[in-house]
């Protein structure tokens, strides 16, 4: 194992917190998960953990909505998706890690931000290509920091669709994203055999925290809930710089 018992641990009670926010909301495993574990050990081989541990999350999940899931309106969106990763991934790998450490910040503030004021915006139907280049974002985005859902939230919050249809679309969208950046750093030899005993140790608190948010979807106040956790990104948005 590549971390201390002490940092594994760590990331063991993050997982979990995370897998439970995403199960709640449909959203912000990568957020919720990519803010904590920058704490306890770089920014970019925190985006490397999480991407394969986001993909445990959202295989656990999407699998409690699969009856909500719409071809038609999730396959545009995952297009652009996978156009887009490569070029995230080149940020991911190449890229400098101050770089990076400001873009995750800056995407927590955002999503922080949003959620609190709370936008009221109109709900109509939107073309294809809006479904294209929102995707697109979470390629790029995701596949830099596995934080790419501000673009397919702000597409899919404008859409008339019911919670189910909301969160399956995410859902499925985050399936593949998540999915092929794992295969595609697992090919680059990214993620190594120990990093792998890692992964391996923190499923069950991933698969765990997911049943319970599950579980929760339909028994909470999602708006009381969405506030608390967008006060606690934007204080993590700070301490991610320190």
Request: aromatic letters at 10%; one cysteine or more; proline letters at 3%.
């Amino acid at each position: 194992m590549f971390l201390g018992s002490q940092d594994f641990f760590i990331l063991l009670f993050i997982a979990f917190g995370a897998a439970v926010v995403q199960g709640t909301l449909g959203f912000a495993f990568g957020m919720v998960a990519m803010a904590l574990a920058a704490l306890v050990i770089d920014v970019r081989t925190a985006s490397i953990l999480v991407s394969p541990l986001a993909f445990v999350n959202v295989s656990t999940t999407l699998w409690s909505v699969r009856r909500s899931i719409r071809w038609r309106l999730v396959l545009p969106v995952v297009s652009g998706t996978l156009v887009g990763i490569p070029f995230g991934l080149a940020i991911l790998l190449g890229g400098n890690l101050i770089l990076i450490r400001v873009l995750v910040s800056a995407l927590l503030v955002y999503v922080g931000v949003t959620n609190l004021i709370g936008f009221k915006v109109r709900k109509h139907a939107l073309p294809g290509w809006v479904a294209a280049v929102a995707g697109l974002g979470v390629g790029v985005i995701g596949g830099a920091t596995n934080i790419g859902g501000p673009p397919l939230v702000a597409y899919a919050s404008r859409q008339p669709w019911d919670a189910e249809t909301f969160k399956a679309t995410l859902l499925t969208t985050f399936f593949v994203s998540s999915g092929t950046k794992s295969a595609l750093l697992i090919a680059n030899g990214a993620i190594d055999a120990r990093m792998l005993a890692c992964i391996a140790g923190l499923v069950p608190a991933i698969i765990a925290g997911s049943l319970i948010g599950v579980h929760l979807f339909n028994r909470i106040n999602k708006e009381r809930f969405k506030r608390i956790i967008s006060w606690t990104l934007l204080v993590l948005a700070v301490l991610v710089q320190v």
